[in-house]
């Protein structure tokens, strides 16, 4: 997630310089044809450009507006797990300096599960888009691992950071199957309906905390389906489309409307304005993809791994423990 408030000239050229070269010749030598070489006939009429331009943005709007609201979503979701982490760790360490050191090492071990869950739902996040995309990432997972050098998220990460931190038996038990982050969850769920004497909890906290869990299977299910299911490709192919049949018609309009103005003598602006415009319809096109998927290692998106290390750091803090991590930096202003 880019947290500066103007995005930086450079990183918008990043994007776009390639596009601003292209439009600018082709603008120019729309131009050169019409002025210098005679072909009047390149000029069409305004008024089906214009009439296709104002299509193209409504479009562009209906796609960019369906982007956030993935993005959106996908932050709100995260917002989710983290109340619902502190929660669960809340109801745990209620009381906690009043029961025997076996039950509060049972309770913390609960605690510390837990953040191990939101670290593993995370990078099972970030290796799904990892591997889908790997042969051709998309441009903003470019850029971010050119400025920022982010750790390589792989399966082999992933058990590694399970094995050093979770016991030998969870361990045993999660390492078997596919979706290591719903294991844990299940850990977590089984230990909670057996925990009546290992926990020395209410029957009212059981039920509270069997609750948070159901709710967190709930939100990781809509982390799977934000990911599992991408931005519609209809909309996003035919966006692009209609974006460069417009763009690609638009210097012969502006020829024709601005050889009637002045006398002609303002045609030449045909090459800046077409430039301008160009460049403005391609960056709104290219807003709308950065933000399709809200788990990809991308300039725009869910900062997960900084939002599990809050975690982490809030539910430690509730156990009292002394080893805090650091809050996760930016790095070239982007938080991952």
Known sequence: ??????????????????????????????????????????????????????????????????????????????????????????????????????????????VKRQIYYCH????????????????????????VKKLCSPPEHSQKTLDDYLQTNLSRGDYEQVKRVDNKALALLRLQLSDIEGGCDDLQLSDHALERLTEILVSLFSEQGACERLKNFPFPRQYAHFSNVFVWIFLLLLPFGLIDELSKSAGGTLVWTVIPFGTLISWMFITMEQVGDSSEDP????????????????????????????????????VADILL
């Not at 739902?121 to 470019?142: C, D, F, G, H, Y």
């Not at 788990?295 to 900084?306: K, W």
């Open 120 to 143: 593993t739902l995370a990078m099972q996040l970030r290796i799904s888009s990892t591997e889908r995309k790997r042969e051709n990432p998309a441009p903003e997972v470019s850029l």
């Open 1 to 110: 997630m880019y947290i500066k408030n103007d995005i930086k000239t450079s990183i918008v050229l990043w994007f776009s310089w390639r596009y601003i070269v292209f439009f600018f010749l082709y603008t120019a030598a729309a131009y050169a044809a019409f002025q210098y070489y005679g072909l009047k006939s390149l000029a069409i009429p305004f008024l089906p450009v214009g009439t296709i331009g104002t299509a193209v943005a409504f479009y562009i709007g209906f796609k960019n507006n369906s982007s956030y609201e993935r993005l959106w979503e996908g932050r709100k979701i995260w917002g989710a797990i983290g109340s619902l982490s502190r929660a669960f760790a809340g109801v745990l360490v209620a009381g906690i300096d009043k029961v025997s050191k076996p039950v509060k090492d049972r309770r913390i071990a609960l």
């Open 295 to 330: 788990f990809e290692l991308g300039l725009n998106d869910v900062p997960i791994s900084a939002l599990a290390r809050s975690i982490e750091i809030d539910l430690l803090q509730f156990t009292g423990d002394q080893n805090i991590p650091a809050n996760l930096e930016p």
